[in-house]
Each structure stands twice: as structure tokens, then as C-alpha cells.
């Protein structure tokens, strides 16, 4: 079974210690790399799709959250709030209220709109030590959020080409969608009480979903709204949700956000919530156990490792590994110090790619290349090798080694 938290210790990716706390893991140095480049990836998707960044704070004074309806419908898991000079002040649950200070910050146009505003930013949740486990259950999350304000005609097109988004990184990732769960609210007083309000978002959604596969769930919707649930399944077949698209007609109501009209008036923007790879936390553990620890090339921590048979070619694949890195690649040497060779190659099993530097091949400056997929390609000039690896991680291809 590859559990990601058997695999994230094995492969020196993240860790746990008691003096940080249950449900706090750290990352360790390739782990940050995944982490850093998922990160980066992610920006760069929403920045080519029309978003913009901000940073918010990881506070916020309860009135917020009271203001946003989290402290009445969400607080069981939240952090007690801390007393700081006469205020009480508590770490936040979720981004959403943030970003809606921020655009109330600003008067807006109708031109300017749909506004589309992101943040990779950090929220707590106050999980129960018995449900906490590796990177899926943590009380420390480094989310993935977005959320776009815009006009009610432009909702849907905003929803569907968010739901695009998400497909194309699972396309880029190697990730599966399980199914499209259509979340709507259940019993209880856990959701807010606006009738109009769930079925105008609902109907929304539903036209986003035309032409999807999709099942209705009761009792998963946000406290504020329906949503939908992009859901996957890990190795064992236990089902979570990794992203998610909302439409929120209660925050703008509550912030009592607006922009001015065509026709002068001040009006009411949809808020639409949207969030590619959900938690980057819980991304990495389905990638972990997806991929058994063997990235995508471009995800991989060490993409290349490049080792000399013996001494005698230490200059020469020194020489490839400053190369490689001087293209921005992430390599590694493995000299005869760390074992026979036999014994490297095999420490190297994860890496995407090998290039063995014997005798003949530093005379011509060739590397002997072996793939992770076990081809082996043969002695190539090293700087075919660093064109071929640096276009399949430019691209994001799948494929190692295409026919040249």
C-alpha cells in the first residue's frame, strides 16, 4: 500500500515532532521542493487565467468572523480566540472574509469586473487529535484559494472556466477525478437560513454542471452556499474532496460589498469561490501515493542525478552537473564515495534521470542516460541530454523520452 505517510518519511519529505504538535508536520528540504513547485505552478496557472495576488494575515479580530457568519455556524472548528490589548483576536478559519475587506477596501466599477483575486495563504482549523494523519488532516493548511467578485450574467462562465482550471492541473499533476458531487446543505442549524438565497445559488451551479456527470449530496455545502466538489480517491478507495467551486451570495451581503453599475447605482456582486488543488498539503499526499513517490519529471525534487563511474570522471560530470544547473534544473552528482555504482543507480531509483559518465562517455562529452522507466537511451551528447530533460519539464510532459 503506498501511504503517503509511510512514503513521506521513507523518501525524507515532511516529518512530524511532538514539540511542534500533533497535526503539524514539517517539510523537509525535497519535500519543500514539491511543495515550492506546486506552489509555483499554481500561481502561475491563475496568473495566465486573469487572477491576481494578495496576502492577507493568518489574524483577525472575532467581529470578522462573527461578521461573516463562521463564528455562528463554524466555530467548533475554529481556535478559542486570544485576548490582545482588550480585543479578541483569532486565527482564521478560511480566506474568505479577508478577501472581502480587501475589495471593499476599493470602490469598483462595473468595468472592472470580474475581479479575480488569489492567495496561496495559511488557516487553522482546530481538527481533533484522533482524526489527524500525515498531510490530509492538519491544523495547519496552506490553501489554494481564489475568489473572483463579479456580476450575476457573468457567475456561470466565471464557475465553468474555474471548473477548467482545476482540469487542466489535474491533467498537468497525473491526478484522477473520481466524480463531480454537487454539495447542498442538509438538516440542522448549521447552515445559513436564506431560502432564496440557496436556491438562486443552486440553479447556478446546476448550469455549470450541464454536461457533467455529476451526483447531488445533502448535508456537504458550505455553511453559506452550495458548491461542487471535485472528489478523488487515494489507494485504499477512501474518498475526500481536493477542489472546490462556489457561488456566495451571503458575504457580499454581509460585507455589504457593491460596485457602481452602467447606469451609476451601486449593485451587488456575486462572489464566486474557487480553489484549484485545494489544500497544498493534502495535494501532496495524493500525489505522493498517486505517483509512489515517482513525480512527474517537473515535480520531482531531484530531477537528474548525474554519476561518474570513478574518480578519473569526477571533473567531467562535475562539469555536467553545473551545466544542468546553470539551465535551472534540479541535479544532484553521486560520486563513487556513495557506493559502487550499481548501488547509486539504485539510491537514484526515483529520479526521472541518470547520466553515467564513464570513461568513453567524458572523452566525447556523452552521457550514458538510463530513464526511471527502466530505457535506457544510450550514451548521448550531454547537451541533447539537457535539451530533452529541460523540454519535458518546461512542458510538463509525461513522456520521458520521446522519439526523436
Same mark, same amino acid.
Given at each position: 500500500m503506498?501511504?503517503?505517510?509511510?512514503?513521506?518519511?521513507?523518501?525524507?519529505?515532511?516529518?512530524?515532532d511532538?514539540?511542534?504538535?500533533?497535526g503539524?508536520?514539517?517539510?523537509?528540504?525535497?519535500?519543500a521542493?514539491?511543495?515550492?513547485?506546486?506552489?509555483?505552478?499554481?500561481?502561475?496557472?491563475?496568473?495566465?487565467?486573469?487572477?491576481?495576488?494578495?496576502?492577507?494575515?493568518?489574524?483577525?479580530k472575532?467581529?470578522?468572523?462573527?461578521i461573516?457568519?463562521?463564528?455562528?455556524?463554524?466555530s467548533?472548528?475554529?481556535?478559542?480566540?486570544?485576548?490582545?490589548?482588550?480585543?479578541q483576536?483569532?486565527?482564521?478559519?478560511s480566506?474568505?472574509?479577508?478577501?472581502?475587506?480587501?475589495?471593499r477596501s476599493?470602490?469598483?466599477?462595473?468595468?472592472?469586473?470580474?475581479?479575480r483575486?488569489?492567495?496561496?495563504g495559511a488557516?487553522?482549523?482546530?481538527e481533533?487529535?484522533?482524526?489527524?494523519g500525515?498531510l490530509?488532516?492538519?491544523?495547519?493548511?496552506?490553501?489554494?484559494d481564489?475568489?473572483?467578485f463579479?456580476?450575476?450574467?457573468?457567475?456561470?462562465?466565471e464557475?465553468?472556466?474555474?471548473?477548467g482550471?482545476?482540469?487542466?492541473?489535474?491533467?498537468d499533476?497525473?491526478?484522477?477525478?473520481?466524480?463531480y458531487r454537487?454539495?447542498?446543505?442538509?438538516?440542522?442549524n448549521?447552515?445559513?437560513a436564506?431560502?432564496?438565497l440557496?436556491?438562486?445559488?443552486?440553479?447556478?451551479?446546476?448550469?455549470?454542471?450541464?454536461?457533467?456527470?455529476y451526483?447531488a449530496?445533502?448535508?456537504?455545502?458550505?455553511?453559506?452556499g452550495?458548491?461542487?466538489?471535485?472528489?478523488?480517491t487515494?489507494?485504499?478507495g477512501?474518498?475526500?474532496?481536493?477542489?472546490t467551486?462556489?457561488?456566495?451570495? #451571503?458575504?457580499?451581503?454581509?460585507?455589504?460589498?457593491?460596485?457602481?453599475?452602467?447606469?451609476?447605482?451601486?449593485?451587488?456582486p456575486?462572489?464566486?469561490?474557487?480553489?484549484?488543488?485545494?489544500s497544498?498539503e493534502?495535494?501532496?499526499a495524493?500525489?505522493?501515493?498517486?505517483?509512489?513517490?515517482?513525480f512527474p519529471?517537473?515535480l520531482?525534487p531531484v530531477?537528474l542525478v548525474?554519476?561518474?563511474v570513478?574518480?578519473?570522471?569526477d571533473?567531467?560530470a562535475?562539469?555536467?552537473?553545473?551545466?544542468?544547473?546553470?539551465l535551472g534544473l534540479?541535479?544532484?552528482?553521486?560520486?563513487?564515495? #556513495?557506493?559502487?555504482?550499481?548501488?547509486?543507480?539504485?539510491?537514484?531509483?526515483?529520479?526521472?534521470?541518470?547520466a553515467?559518465i564513464?570513461?568513453?562517455?567524458?572523452?566525447?562529452?556523452?552521457?550514458?542516460v538510463?530513464?526511471?522507466?527502466?530505457r535506457?537511451?544510450?550514451a548521448?551528447?550531454?547537451?541533447?541530454?539537457?535539451?530533452?530533460?529541460?523540454a519535458v519539464?518546461?512542458?510538463r510532459?509525461?513522456?520521458?523520452?520521446?522519439?526523436?
Open positions: 503506498s501511504d503517503h505517510r509511510r512514503l513521506g518519511r521513507e523518501l525524507d519529505l515532511f516529518d512530524t511532538p514539540l511542534m504538535g500533533a503539524l508536520p514539517y517539510w523537509l528540504p525535497d519535500g521542493v514539491v511543495r515550492h513547485t506546486l506552489e509555483e505552478y499554481v500561481r502561475e496557472a491563475e496568473r495566465a487565467g486573469g487572477y491576481r495576488h494578495v496576502y492577507s494575515p493568518v489574524l483577525g472575532r467581529e470578522l468572523y462573527e461573516s457568519g463562521h463564528w455562528d455556524h463554524y467548533e472548528d475554529m481556535f478559542p480566540p486570544m485576548d490582545l490589548g482588550g480585543e483576536v483569532v486565527l482564521r478559519p480566506l474568505c472574509p479577508h478577501h472581502a475587506l480587501i475589495y476599493r470602490s469598483h466599477s462595473y468595468r472592472e469586473l470580474p475581479l483575486m488569489a492567495e496561496l488557516m487553522y482549523r482546530s481533533l487529535s484522533g482524526v489527524l500525515g490530509t488532516r492538519v491544523r495547519a493548511i496552506q490553501l489554494n481564489a475568489h473572483i463579479c456580476t450575476l450574467e457573468q457567475a456561470v462562465d464557475a465553468r472556466a474555474a471548473l482550471l482545476i482540469r487542466h492541473a489535474y491533467a499533476l497525473g491526478i484522477r477525478a473520481a466524480r454537487l454539495s447542498l446543505p442538509g438538516e440542522g448549521k447552515y445559513v436564506d431560502p432564496d440557496w436556491k438562486r445559488a443552486t440553479a447556478l451551479l446546476e448550469q455549470v454542471l450541464e454536461g457533467v456527470e451526483e449530496v445533502e448535508g456537504e455545502a458550505a455553511f453559506y452550495p458548491k461542487i466538489d471535485v472528489q478523488i487515494d489507494r485504499a477512501r474518498e475526500s474532496t481536493l477542489s467551486v462556489q457561488i456566495d451570495f #451571503h458575504q457580499p451581503e454581509r460585507f455589504d460589498l457593491h460596485y457602481i453599475g452602467a447606469d451609476g447605482a451601486k449593485h451587488r456575486v462572489m464566486v469561490h474557487r480553489s484549484i488543488i485545494g497544498v493534502r495535494a501532496v495524493h500525489l505522493i501515493e498517486e505517483h509512489g513517490g515517482a519529471a517537473w520531482a530531477q548525474v554519476l561518474p570513478s574518480q578519473e570522471q571533473e567531467q562535475d562539469q555536467v552537473l553545473r551545466r544542468a544547473l546553470g534540479r541535479a544532484e552528482l553521486a560520486g563513487p564515495e #556513495h557506493g559502487t555504482l550499481g548501488a547509486r543507480i539504485r539510491a537514484a531509483r526515483l529520479a526521472p534521470y541518470v553515467v564513464g570513461a568513453r562517455e567524458a572523452d566525447g562529452d556523452l552521457a550514458a538510463r530513464l526511471r522507466d527502466g535506457r537511451p544510450g548521448v551528447p550531454v547537451e541533447e541530454l539537457l535539451r530533452r530533460v529541460g519539464v518546461e512542458g510532459g509525461a513522456e520521458l523520452w520521446a522519439a526523436a
